[in-house]
């Protein structure tokens, strides 16, 4: 009968190549879970450069967007205005009706409340005038773009656009506004639709809006870095 060690001597001869085996699993694991360290490594460069690499691009849209709103510095949008056929294939006559029947109320209206001295004439006031397409039945009236020979008058003309006639294309009425890059004019429309603001508005091609409870407007710095709450 075999004794207790030759029993032990047994067994360890026989667990030999199962320990050999858990042994070199332990080392395969080790290593694996080195190299998934490193893959978690490299993702994570890869993620912060990916991260650095998105905000370089919307940099790079924010200042190509700003270079074309600095093109419109002194253009308006004069939406839902209906002109004649002589008025939609002449220029200069479409800038005297747009002069008549639009700019001189206004300019009017910016004399009287002091935001100008005097009434300046058309060829003061209006370099260029225009329609951006032809005008198609049944359809409303594609927008003017007014360009003005300085800021002052596009400030005064914007201050006093409550003196714009009562006039409706496609049963909207007109307004004036300023002249937005597609980027700006795109989250422009985005925010008055959330309906979260109270009041939004531009300046100088730049959107500021305030919000419910909140007196001091805010800034949007970057078209491309819309509002927290539009994503809410």
Known sequence: MATVEQIRELLRESLAPI????????????????????????????????TALEREVASLKDANNAHQQQGRSLTLRLLRYPVGEEEAIDRNAIKREVYTKI????????KSNKDL???????TVM???YRVAKP??????????????????KVALLR?????????????????????????????????KSKKVTKVWTIDGQIRYTLP??????????VHNPPDFLSS
């Open 127 to 129: 370099e260029d005038c």
């Open 19 to 50: 320990s050999s085996d858990i042994a070199e699993i332990k080392t395969k694991v080790e290593r694996l879970h080195s190299e998934i360290d490193g893959v978690k490594f490299d993702v994570g460069v890869h993620s912060d450069r990916l």
């Open 213 to 222: 409870g909140i007196k001091d407007p805010f800034v949007v710095k970057s």
């Open 160 to 192: 006093n656009r409550a003196a714009l006639p009562l006039i409706e294309s496609g049963g909207k009425r007109m307004v004036l506004v300023e002249d937005l890059t597609p980027a700006t004019q795109r989250l422009l429309v985005e925010i008055i």
């Open 103 to 110: 700019l001189h109320p206004l300019l009017a209206a910016a």
């Open 136 to 153: 198609l039945p049944d359809r409303p009236a594609p927008p003017v773009i007014i360009r003005v020979t300085s800021r002052h008058f």
């Open 117 to 123: 001295t005097s009434l300046p004439q058309q060829a």
